[in-house]
Nanobody, 122 residues
C-alpha cells in the first residue's frame, strides 16, 4: 500500500520557521519525484517545490530563497525547510509522488498524502 505521511505543520509567527516531513512507503522511492504543493482556502492548489531522486529541485518563485527541499533516500523521506514564513504561506501543505525524474504539473502526481496545516500569524 502506497503511503505518504506528512508531519511538521503548525502555527508559527511571521518570520518563523517550520520543517515539514514526508515519509514515503509502498513504492520504489528511487523511481519517483516527490513534490510539495499547498492549498489555501478559496484558492487553487499550487506547486511549491519538488525533488527528483537524482537531486534535481524546483521552487515556485513565491518561495525561492526561503524554502529548501531535501531528501533522505535511506529513510524514504523528503523534507521542506520553510524559513522567513509569511502570512500568505498559510495553507494545507501536501506531499505527492510522481513516477519520473522531473517535476510534473501539480495535478499530474500519482499519489498524495493527507496534508498538514501550516498557519502563519502576522
Amino acid at each position: 500500500e502506497v503511503q505518504l505521511v506528512e508531519s511538521g505543520g503548525g502555527l508559527v509567527q511571521a518570520g518563523g520557521s517550520l520543517r515539514l516531513s514526508c515519509a514515503a512507503s509502498g513504492f520504489t522511492f528511487a523511481d519517483y519525484t516527490i513534490g510539495w504543493s499547498r492549498q489555501a482556502p478559496g484558492k487553487e492548489r499550487e506547486g511549491v517545490s519538488c525533488i527528483s531522486s537524482d537531486g534535481k529541485t524546483f521552487y515556485a518563485d513565491s518561495v525561492k530563497g526561503r524554502f529548501t527541499i531535501s531528501s533522505d533516500n535511506a529513510k524514504n523521506t523528503v523534507y521542506l525547510q520553510m524559513n522567513s514564513l509569511k502570512p500568505e504561506d498559510t495553507a494545507v501543505y501536501y506531499c505527492a509522488a510522481f513516477k519520473g525524474q522531473f517535476c510534473p504539473g501539480v495535478f499530474e502526481y500519482d499519489y498524495w498524502g493527507q496534508g498538514t496545516q501550516v498557519t502563519v500569524s502576522s
